[in-house]
């Protein structure tokens, strides 16, 4: 879509923004607290109208009670409203929200619409007579959909409980008020009080000593701030008994103690992934970049919060094999963080963006034969993936995917992540490298800290890259299926593991392939690459030679727990159990959970017993997942 077109669509946002203001009672327009909001794009999976009056600043003084497993406190939050505006609309679901007031303390009129099915409910509050703040009294729930309370069982040091959030994609209104979309910027601020013998950290910078502040008896705080603005879902919290390890200047690791040294050792490389980033896009703009190691439950490999990423447990390999997530999560501080999806429809102008910029990280700091083997599974992902959900045809095969009524983690899937990827390799392979890696950093550079559509970028591409040169932006961004041209470079590395693949099925002795210095990568095309029935000696014979039962690599694990499910080989079962018990990560768990289920007889009677035994340790986003699997 040319720039014209995406005014007139701004342009009947605003409209249909209009169209929906609440009729409450008009107040006088308070000339020194009216604004011109710039447009944004209606979010269907938000009550909020930005075009009305907006969040610009949570400011939050919250407590954490482990002992009832809830955050209480206050959200301060300022706001913009066009002249004549009388309420603000924000998004909540199962919070107790107590009271509004004004700065002053008065008190205002709030009410909660209806609710609706993955939404929550709209949270109106009249806008005070004087002032742009209102503050709001509220608590979150004990089975927050966003906050993981764990307790000390659940932990690496057994002695102390846990919190952490996750607000991806519209989960932060169950654990704050405000407006939740991707397309509302929102800097941060915040105070979180918690126990004595624990450590609070965040999305932000610790304004605070490692130590803390004094608090009342038995507790501590800490102080935190954001000053770029965020949307929502990346406001993150973490509570528990951490350490850090610093790796370089403007680096390092956050971790349980016992995990905290190996936590450093993987992630060593850091510095130099840091430095290649902004060798090709430009300056990282976060201040530092953290990793918090979270405990196994956390749902995802890793969740790309400003200045800390969250990871899980599972990358931590002991030869930095699957350190490719990590430089996944910091490509998302350009694609993602400072340059968003205004709407979860367009979550591949994220994970596109950012599968593509990894791809270049790993390129840069480990060489093209490791960045061609991840491309090349990538795709093969990809391919799965479109199998899955239908074919070629599938509707939900496009990247600006349909999500009226759904929720928005229905496009979290390889598409967004591996035919974005593959369609900027495309535009990439059209103009050329360096071409390309220019115009994107201009990218970044001009849309720093704002949302953006699908439409927004096709424009800008087209207008200050393809000006003079066709290119099919359609058939990539609203058809189903991957048109020709988004192939990955081919890979030897990988095309020899699938080789010896072969040579096994054909008869040749696991002893006597050619697997030396292999890959992790290497390892994940031999075992995709296994025909779909193998004999049980054969099994027995990869199991006694690869010892893939006692992997410690959890990606490897994966794909071979998937040949074992296949095959029905029970010496691999109690490692499945414990894999499946041990870590919650949704990628792992939801894919083993349904090749249980997809066998006859045996195989749900076994996946309902383990996920009775694991369901209590998963968080919301894993167990929403295979609750509908497993029943």
Known sequence: MRLSALVLVLALGLAACAARTPSLKSQPAN?????????????????????????????????????????HGTATLTFAAVAGASEIILDVKGLDTFRATDAAGHNLDISLGEAEKNLGQPLRIALPAQGDSIVIHYATRPDSLALQWLSPAQTLGKQHPFLFSQGQAILTRTWIPTQDSPGIRQTYSARITIPQELRAVMSAEQLSSPEGEPAAPGQKAYRFVMPRPVPPYLIALAIGDLAFMPIGDRAGVYAEPGLVQAAAAEFADLPRMMSAAEALYGPYRWGRYDVLVLPPSFPFGGMENPRLTFATPTVIAGDKSLVSLVAHELAHSWSGNLVTNATW??????????????????????????AAMLANLGYQDLAQTIADLGGEGAPDTRLKIDLAGRDPDDGLTDIAYEKGAAFLRAMEKSVGRARWDAYLRSYFDRFAFQPMTTEGFLADVQTNLFANQAFDFAAWAYQPGVPAGGEPPPSDALDKAAQEARAFAAGHPAAKLHTEGWATQQWLRFLDTLPKTISKKQLVDLDTTFQFSQRGNSEILFAWFKVAIAQRYEPAFPALEHFLISQGRRKFVRPLYAALMAQ????????????????????SVTSGAVDALVR
């Open 31 to 71: 000339p020194a607290r009216a604004a011109v909001l710039s447009p944004l794009e209606r979010d269907i999976h938000s009550f909020a109208l930005p075009n009305v009056a907006r969040v610009t600043h949570v400011d939050l003084d919250l407590t954490a009670d482990f002992t009832e497993s809830r955050l």
């Open 345 to 370: 429809s367009d979550f591949w102008l994220n994970e596109g963006f950012t599968t593509y910029f990894e791809n270049r990280i790993m390129e840069a700091t480990f060489g093209p034969a490791q």
């Open 600 to 619: 006859d007889g045996w195989g749900p009677p076994l996946a309902r017993r383990i996920y009775g035994t694991a369901r209590p340790g998963y968080h």
